[in-house]
């Protein structure tokens, strides 16, 4: 078994510490806010909070990040006491977070330079998932780093695809969230428009679920699109973010992406009326 730190104990980051630590491994966990990690490790006997982000690298054998942004994941990562506390070649720092495509080359760059190798690893899928292994990961990096975190990756994971050097992670995890949260849009726009006519929301949503629109997506969101209590998965502010990424990656190669423009606005009106905190089903109620 390894020594795999887990930097970022959120929503994510606390499900995949908790079931890579229930896989047998020993997991220091770290997050800027101490009671959050300390929340997570709480009753789960090798899961151990860690003070600092480089108490937490030192001596690990793959280290796993979950936070936010690619600004908080460059700067914690590529801190000089953390770049001081990696094992040099031994470690493999494996991302599994939205970075965004700049965030994962300055990290690619700047590990390298102490010798360590460096994953792209970003994830499709939702606390659920961690919690039954079924993750899906999109991996940019060296074949033999990928291959020697894979260990680790399959207590999460039910199969991970290498899809180039790294910052690929992040362009193939910008593509699939395109994807999702133009469906996430149009599926609130599908059942604003049945109500509007006066059909009830559980019969429209019954009805998509079985029509050929029924995606995955639209079967696991039904709790928070029918009922207003279903626990925040994923908040509107952090689908800005992503959207942010998207459309500027798209900008930035001379990709279309016209209906996902349309719907960063209609994200980013969501968050200035004061919906950033709450579910992105939640798009369906602004």
Request: proline share 3%; glycine share 12%; with cysteine.
């Amino acid at each position: 078994m390894a020594r795999v730190a887990v930097l970022g104990a959120g929503r994510m980051g606390g499900a995949v510490a908790r079931k890579v630590a229930g896989a047998g491994h020993d997991v220091p966990l770290w997050n800027r806010t101490r009671a959050t990690a300390e929340a997570v490790a709480e009753g789960h006997e090798r899961l151990v909070v860690a003070d600092t982000a480089a108490e937490a690298v030192a001596g690990a054998d793959v280290v796993l990040t979950m936070m936010a942004t690619g600004a908080a994941t460059c700067e914690v990562l590529l801190a000089d006491d953390v770049q001081g506390a990696y094992a040099d070649d031994v470690v493999v720092v494996v991302d599994l977070g939205t970075s965004g495509v700049e965030a994962a080359h300055r990290l690619a760059e700047g590990l390298s330079q102490r010798g360590v190798s460096f994953v792209d690893a970003p994830v499709s899928g939702s606390v659920p998932a961690v919690e039954g292994g079924t993750l899906l990961v999109m991996a940019g990096g060296p074949e033999g780093a990928i291959a020697r975190a894979e260990g680790v990756l399959g207590a999460i994971a039910r199969r991970v695809i290498r899809v180039g050097d790294p910052g690929a992670g992040q362009v193939m995890k910008l593509a699939v969230n395109l994807v999702l949260h133009d469906l996430n849009a149009a599926l609130a726009e599908s059942l604003r428009l049945a109500e509007g006519a006066g059909l009830a929301r559980e019969d429209a949503y019954a009805v998509l679920q079985e029509s050929v629109v029924g995606a995955p997506y639209v079967q696991y969101k039904r709790g928070a699109f029918l009922d207003t209590t279903t626990p925040v998965a994923m908040t509107l502010a952090l689908v800005a973010k992503d959207l942010q990424l998207i459309t500027e990656q798209a900008r930035r190669t001379g990709a279309p992406a016209v209906v996902t423009e349309q719907v960063l606005r209609t994200v980013q009106l969501a968050v200035e009326s004061g919906f950033g905190d709450r579910d992105m089903a939640d798009l369906s109620r602004l």
